[in-house]
């Protein structure tokens, strides 16, 4: 399943090469919505809310209204997680947060899944040079995403894996790590990170992996409907 993602900073629309430099910028949100009407899941995330500097809560509340979104970005407590379900959201996608001191933090995880439901948890894994990255990819911590995981495992619906090193480039994924996520795990995986063609999609999609796709949808290089 592909699954196209809006990132948001600012109150526009936005895509990034590998976090950091501003590739594209549309203030026209809704025809981004109206693109997306055919799809069963839409991934939204809330770049400045990731970052600590603003939120973007109206434009959350809105895009969940017309579209069924999982929604990330700045989910570091349980309340901030229930606001986010409460604006509309079918999930939440918690990623830094699941660590603590270089090791998935069980205790923070156990208290979210109790309180908003394993179910609607979507445990973000993000990996930069095989290790897993926290704060907006700023640090890695000595954990393989496969080990993370298999730890975390019990407290998420799903995973959504990003590798990092490919995030933005428009040069292909590495099917490879993101089998080794897959196969640590009997939860769906969810995979981003230079997704790039329809191939890549459809490959991931024979084998049991969706596919979250960005900046090749935005720079028309993966058309939509095709």
């Known amino acids: 399943m592909l699954i196209p993602s809006i990132d948001l900073r600012n109150g526009k629309v936005v895509q990034l090469v590998q976090g950091e430099r501003l590739a594209l910028e549309d203030a026209d949100l809704d025809k981004w919505i109206q693109r997306f009407a055919a799809f069963a899941k839409v991934q939204l995330i809330d770049l400045d809310a ?16 017309a579209r069924p ?35 998935p933090d069980l205790t923070f995880a156990a208290a979210l899944a109790d309180a908003v439901g394993r179910d609607r948890v979507i445990g973000a894994i993000d990996a930069k040079g095989g290790r897993v990255a926290v704060k907006g990819w700023r640090e890695t911590v ?19 894996y990003t590798h990092v090193d490919k995030e933005g480039l428009m040069q292909g994924t590495d099917i490879d790590a993101i089998l080794a996520v897959r196969d640590a795990t009997t939860r769906r995986i969810v995979a981003a990170g230079g997704i790039t063609t329809k191939e890549e999609v ?20 993966m058309r939509l409907g095709n």
């Open 69 to 103: 979104c999982r929604v990330g970005g700045g989910i570091r407590t349980i309340e901030r997680a229930l606001e986010v379900l409460d604006a509309g959201a079918t999930h939440v996608i918690v990623g830094s947060s699941l660590f603590r001191e270089g090791k």
């Open 50 to 65: 990731a970052i600590g500097t603003g939120s973007n809560d109206t434009l959350v509340r809105y895009v969940c209204a």
């Open 142 to 160: 000595p954990l393989t995403a496969a080990d993370a995981a298999r730890a975390l495992e019990p407290y998420c619906s799903e995973f959504l």
């Open 202 to 221: 459809d490959r991931l999609d024979a084998l049991g992996v969706d596919a979250v796709v960005g900046m090749a949808i935005y720079t028309g290089r």
